[in-house]
């Protein structure tokens, strides 16, 4: 049977699920929603954020500060991806779409493969002391890890709101995937905002694979687990609204912790899916899109 009281602890602990959701979707929201580039690769760069920072923990440092170190170098990484997408398959026009597809489907393993090669198969987890802990109100407990990531996709998602409409940059980004033609006549280089916003897109990465191996233990083929939540929630949102990306990780998390505690963790994974179906069918522009 339904309780009211299960349902009520489903709902808050899915608001924290999902804006960890939110938050690690945010960097497919850019490339994918903005540039319509197909970064399946996304989510591995994501474990490969978690294995980066479980590497710069070792050295006795707080695993979000990690986070914020490595992004300058995932920045990198993400205008270096661009760069050779665009040289390779955009610059020629010739089926863009499905050799991206292969090629990042290519990048994905290849970084899998090389994380299996170095660290091997075995989970690895990082040490903080808000980790293992949690805050009691009356008879709720709430994960500081859980909460720890609701902080970061708040964040993430002002400050990337803000920067999106109120800088020249920003209002680049959302424009290129539009009408390059019209963002050359207002003295824009197409080609650079799309490294910028790839290298944005990639950037956000590295604090969100921090919050990842704060919220459980990694390993290399986690990547899979996050491909088909990431792009529900990226199509559930609206290509490219970060207001909705969180509002729909909101919804996939409270619908997948209510499925969870109703009918089983097996349930779960195919709760995204289910949505992903639905809102194809029903709304195919998204909760915001156009």
């Known amino acids: 049977m339904f309780s009211v009281d299960l349902i009520f602890e489903a709902t808050l602990f899915g608001i924290l699920l999902g804006c960890f959701y939110a938050a690690v979707s945010l960097g497919l929201s850019v490339a994918f929603g903005l540039l319509d580039v ?98 009691e109100i009356g008879d709720y407990r709430f994960p500081y890890r859980m909460l720890v990531a609701f902080g970061i996709a708040l964040t993430l998602t002002f400050v990337l709101t803000i920067y999106f409409s109120k800088t020249f940059t920003g209002r680049a980004i959302k424009a290129v995937g539009q009408d390059e033609g019209a963002l050359r006549l207002m003295g824009a280089n197409p080609v650079k905002i799309k490294q910028i916003a790839f290298g944005i897109a990639t950037s956000v990465n590295a604090i969100a694979g921090a919050m990842l191996i704060i919220v459980g233990p990694v390993e290399p083929a986690m990547d899979r687990i996050y491909i088909g ?62």
């Open 38 to 135: 197909p970064y399946v690769a996304h989510p591995a760069l994501l474990i490969l954020g978690s294995y980066f920072t479980f590497l710069l923990c070792k050295t006795g440092m707080d695993p979000i500060m990690c986070g914020v170190l490595l992004m300058p170098v995932f920045y990198l990484i993400g205008i270096g991806f661009y760069r050779f997408y665009y040289e390779t398959f955009e610059k020629r026009s010739t089926d863009t779409g499905v050799r991206g597809l292969a090629f990042f489907f290519g990048m994905a393993f290849i970084i899998e493969v090389c994380l299996i090669l170095v660290f091997g198969v075995d989970q690895r987890t990082v040490a903080a002391s808000y980790i293992g802990s949690s805050l």
């Open 229 to 290: 939540r990431t792009f529900c929630v990226v199509v559930l949102a609206g290509l490219g609204s970060m207001s909705g990306t969180l509002v729909a990780g909101l919804v996939l998390g409270i619908t997948e912790s209510i499925v969870m505690m109703t009918f089983g963790a097996s349930w779960a994974p195919a709760v995204s899916f289910g949505l992903l179906l639905l809102m194809l069918g029903i709304r195919p522009q998204g909760l915001f899109g156009r």
